[in-house]
């Protein structure tokens, strides 16, 4: 038994069973959040790419582009700090499919690719 993979498929497999605008409009934060611990979940392992994805487009929906601003969303979810690392890495990982200029990480401006 993987625990972590077991977790990750699980997310997707949930989140991919319910409709984004419906279901999560006004708690896109919590969406966010549970994207964020299954893309966590999924490392090294397939299921990552679509959780960046989704990440991102999250983002790009909330109009989130600073790692600060992120971060205060996701510390109003339970989370230990411990997880605030990874989860910028995450964050890095998913800018990285946004269009260039859309990024900044604490007032610097993420170049993507």
Same mark, same amino acid.
């Given at each position: 038994?993987? &625990?972590?993979?077991d /977790?990750?498929?699980?997310?997707? =497999? !949930? +989140?991919?069973?319910?409709? *984004?605008?419906?279901?999560w409009?006004t708690w896109?934060d919590? &969406?966010?959040?549970? /994207?964020?611990?299954?893309?966590? =979940? !999924? +490392?090294?392992?397939?299921? *990552?790419?679509?959780?960046?994805?989704m990440?991102r487009?999250? &983002?790009?929906?909330r109009?989130l582009?600073?790692w600060? =601003?992120i971060?205060?969303?996701l510390? *109003?979810?339970?989370?230990?700090?411990?997880l605030?690392?990874?989860?910028?890495?995450?964050?890095?990982e998913?800018?990285?499919?946004?269009?260039?200029?859309?990024?900044?990480?604490?007032g610097?401006?993420?170049?993507?690719?």
């Amino acid at each position: 038994m993987n &625990l972590y993979g077991d /977790l990750a498929r699980m997310l997707q =497999a !949930a +989140l991919q069973a319910t409709d *984004r605008a419906d279901h999560w409009g006004t708690w896109w934060d919590i &969406l966010l959040w549970t /994207l964020f611990i299954g893309g966590y =979940a !999924a +490392l090294k392992r397939e299921e *990552r790419m679509w959780f960046l994805r989704m990440i991102r487009e999250v &983002l790009q929906e909330r109009g989130l582009r600073h790692w600060v =601003a992120i971060r205060n969303v996701l510390e *109003r979810m339970p989370i230990c700090r411990t997880l605030l690392d990874p989860f910028e890495t995450l964050w890095c990982e998913a800018a990285a499919f946004m269009p260039r200029g859309e990024v900044v990480k604490d007032g610097d401006l993420v170049l993507s690719v």
